[in-house]
Each structure stands twice: as structure tokens, then as C-alpha cells.
């Protein structure tokens, strides 16, 4: 039996936004209970190896008390976990940060743009900024996530500049639409291939002049793969490592204890691994086995044979036929670097 190394909680499935493309199939029901939560914290325990916690949703910060939980039992029984929240950053608080920062909790923001751009996607981009400089103030490192759209390409080198100013956001990612959840029928999202090399050379550009102005890295998630992909004292690695939840040992818990291999696979029937009480790890193994290889013209790839892969609940979506927009992002960062 694999052990647990990754561990996603959903305190609740309420969000107080509405994004346009939020992919969650589960958005109501009772908050996840204490009782819940420590379950799984036994699971992922009870491997005997080190893990991750990762608290998501819906928004986990409508649930403090449960994050407060979990923390303390994780820190004060010396659990070898590290602990990061995924959040819209609208409801952070002094309490909140103060929180992460005693409890040496890393958080994720969802960002899409400048303050504008934002907002057409998602909204509260002010209340979202406040958030952001709120956490820096207290201390807390913060990693950034934009949803890559048709709407907030063409602004993204705009978003590094932004965040270059708030000195605790360390990096930034960038997670490619999905047409699944409120996105389905809105093709109208999805960049162009011209528009995602426009927008990675862009980016790309701006966070080199940025680390050189700054004086620190803003580390870019999907650069950082392809770096060390391309690094030539690094034997390739096999793309079945892409994530916890391709090798199964990932276990993402809803509100209700019910389990999935991942986050994007909460609520799905299908993906449906049994509950807290009652693992499926057979189902955990098989969800995602062999399904994060990319398909797209390897041949002439700096890549090719050495391709980091993608998510795969995202490369379910990608039509027949069709390059995967990360396929474009890292082939054009690797032109970048070989520049």
C-alpha cells in the first residue's frame, strides 16, 4: 500500500466568487468536520513518510477553525508535513496571516491579472490584492496562480510587474483553461497557439528584467520544470512523476470524507475512491496511471525525451488531435533558454 505524500483537504465547497471557468462539479453541502479532517490526517500519517497538506476547495478560508486544527495537530506532534492553503485571498485576515505565519503555512493566491483583468474573470481583484499585501505584511510566502485565458494573456507580464512589488510572493504558475465546470461551451477563453508563445516570450522577458531589478527570484513554476529538464547532469525523468496523483499517493478528501485521486476530481462519480473510513487504493493507482504524457510534435521538441508532462485531469479535457497548451508553454520556454 502507497503511502499518502499528498494530501488535499476541502474544508467547505462554498467559494464567495463566481469565476467563469470554475471547474468544481461540488459547490454546496456542510462543511467538512474536525472529526473528517483528523481522519484523514491519520491516513496520510500512518505512511510513515513525509507529506504534503494542501488545503483547497471551494475557499478553505471560510473554514479557519478547521485550518487552525489541522495546523496544530501537525505542529505540535512534530508531523513530517509541510502545510499550504489555495485561496482566492478575499477573506485573509491579521488573524489569518498571523496563523500562517506562527504556523509556518505557505499560501497559494489565484491571481489572474491586474486588478481589471481580474476581475472579468473572477472579481473582488481589490479585495484580492488586499489579501496579498496583508500576508506579505505578516511575513508569509505566497505563491501566485493564474488561470491562462484568452482574457488575461496579453496581460500577464503586466501581473509579474505587479507582483514584483509585494516582497514576499515567490513565484508565480500558470495553469492553462480547462473547458470543464462553468467553462464548458466557452471556447471563447481558450488563447490561440500564437497567443500562448506571444504570451510566454512576453512573460518570460519580464521576469528575467524583474529578478534583475529585485535583486530575488520570482521563480516561474512551468520554467523551473523545463530548466530542469533541459539541465544535463538530470537523467530524464519519467513523466508517470509528474504528480503524487499519477503514482498514486495522492488523496484529495470533500466535505463529506468521500476521497479522489485530486482536487479537479472532487465530486466525480467516476473518480470516486471510497471515503475516509474506507479507502479504494486500488482506485487511487488507476485514476491517473499513464496519463500525463504529452502529444505533441516531439520530434523537433529541445524536449523531446525529456518532457516534465502535464496535469492529468487537465490532459483529459484536451480534444483529439490537439496540442495541449502546455505542450506549447514549455516548448517555448525551452526555445527561450537555448536562446
Do not use: K
Not at 479585495?127 to 506579505?136: A, E, M, P, V
Not at 505587479?162 to 513565484?171: D, F, I, Q, Y
Not at 464548458?184 to 497557439?193: E, F, H, Y
Not at 512551468?222 to 513523466?239: K, N
Amino acid at each position: 500500500m502507497r503511502a499518502v505524500r499528498h494530501l488535499i483537504l476541502w474544508p467547505t465547497a462554498r467559494c464567495p466568487l463566481d469565476c467563469v471557468y470554475c471547474y468544481r462539479t461540488l459547490r454546496e453541502g456542510t462543511p467538512m468536520s474536525e472529526r473528517t479532517a483528523h481522519r484523514a490526517l491519520d491516513l496520510a500519517e500512518a505512511g510513515g513518510a513525509p507529506f504534503h497538506i494542501q488545503f483547497a476547495g471551494g475557499e478553505p478560508t471560510l473554514a479557519p477553525d478547521l485550518i487552525a486544527s489541522v495546523v496544530e495537530r501537525v505542529r505540535s506532534r512534530g508531523l513530517p508535513a509541510t502545510i499550504a492553503v489555495q485561496t482566492n485571498g478575499t477573506l485573509i485576515t491579521d488573524g489569518l496571516a498571523r496563523l500562517f505565519a506562527e504556523g509556518d503555512v505557505e499560501v497559494g493566491v489565484s491571481l489572474d491579472g491586474p486588478v481589471p483583468v481580474h476581475d472579468r474573470l473572477r472579481s473582488q481583484g481589490a479585495r484580492t490584492l488586499r489579501g496579498l499585501r496583508t500576508l506579505s505584511e505578516h511575513g508569509v510566502g505566497v505563491q501566485v496562480t493564474a488561470v491562462l485565458t484568452a482574457v488575461n494573456a496579453d496581460h500577464l507580464s503586466e501581473l509579474a510587474l505587479l507582483l514584483a512589488g509585494v516582497p514576499t510572493v515567490r513565484g508565480l504558475a500558470l495553469d492553462p483553461l480547462v473547458l470543464s465546470g462553468s467553462a464548458v461551451g466557452r471556447a471563447d477563453l481558450l488563447c490561440t497557439a500564437p497567443q500562448i508563445v506571444e504570451a510566454v516570450r512576453r512573460l518570460y522577458e519580464r521576469i528575467v528584467q524583474v529578478e534583475r531589478v529585485r535583486g530575488t527570484r520570482l521563480t516561474w513554476r512551468e520554467l523551473e520544470l523545463v530548466r530542469r529538464s533541459l539541465d544535463p547532469g538530470e537523467a530524464p525523468g519519467p513523466v508517470r512523476d509528474y504528480c503524487h496523483a499519477v503514482r498514486g499517493e495522492s488523496l484529495a478528501v470533500a466535505p463529506d470524507g468521500s476521497v479522489h485521486p485530486c482536487s479537479r476530481a472532487v465530486g466525480c462519480r467516476e473518480l470516486s475512491a471510497g471515503a475516509v473510513h474506507d479507502v479504494d487504493r486500488g482506485a487511487l493507482l488507476r485514476a491517473f496511471a499513464g496519463t500525463a504524457r504529452l502529444t505533441g510534435p516531439c520530434a523537433d521538441c529541445p524536449l523531446s525525451g525529456r518532457c516534465p508532462g502535464d496535469c492529468p485531469s487537465r490532459l483529459s479535457t484536451v480534444p483529439p488531435d490537439t496540442e495541449a497548451a502546455m505542450c506549447l508553454i514549455y516548448r517555448t520556454l525551452a526555445e527561450l533558454e537555448a536562446r
